[in-house]
């Protein structure tokens, strides 16, 4: 019984948290088909958070164009940012953690990034290497195959998702039995209903 969860932490191309800059602009350009009929803008970052079981603060894990893969405290403070949970057991949240550890420092993946998937590190190497090997991720790839590690989402809805963080929205949204929550720290600030 699922009595944890990890939340999925997206930030859309019209963030005020995103600087205006090319790499942006065409993962807007060359996201997946979305639905515009709401008035948002596509998925072009994506993370993992695992909340403390205090409910203050947590592990983010991810990684930026040009860093390297990390798992390291942070508390989200800008209302930027959509969560979305996704219920787990101990063992999945424990498996999730360890897998983004054991990624912790590995460099970004310009190669799978930039070129066509044919061109990228396949699946089948992917997944013969989940338990050992460290390798180059970008975003929507390193959150795809940690729930995959975490069996949360299963081969196909991997593969579909890892292509670009839109793809890994919609692909949690509709594989995943998620619902909205909250990674915010509302503290000092008052609630007005």
Known sequence: ???????VCYLRAGSALL????LNRMARYFAPRYDTSDGTEP???????FPNAHGTGGMSSGIHYGGTTFLHPKTFRRSNWVFHAIPATAEQVRAAKAF???QSGTPFNYRG???PAFLNISHTTRMNGLDTKRMPWYCSELVAYTLHYAQLLDTAGTVEARA???AAYNVIQ??????IDCARSLNGRRLEL
Do not use: G
């Open 113 to 115: 990034f930039f070129l």
């Open 174 to 179: 509709k594989h995943c039995d998620t619902y």
């Open 100 to 102: 983004c550890s054991r």
């Open 43 to 49: 998925v072009v970052h994506v993370e993992l958070y």
């Open 19 to 22: 600087e205006d800059h090319w």
């Open 1 to 7: 019984m699922a009595s944890q969860k990890i939340i």
């Open 164 to 166: 670009h963080p839109n």
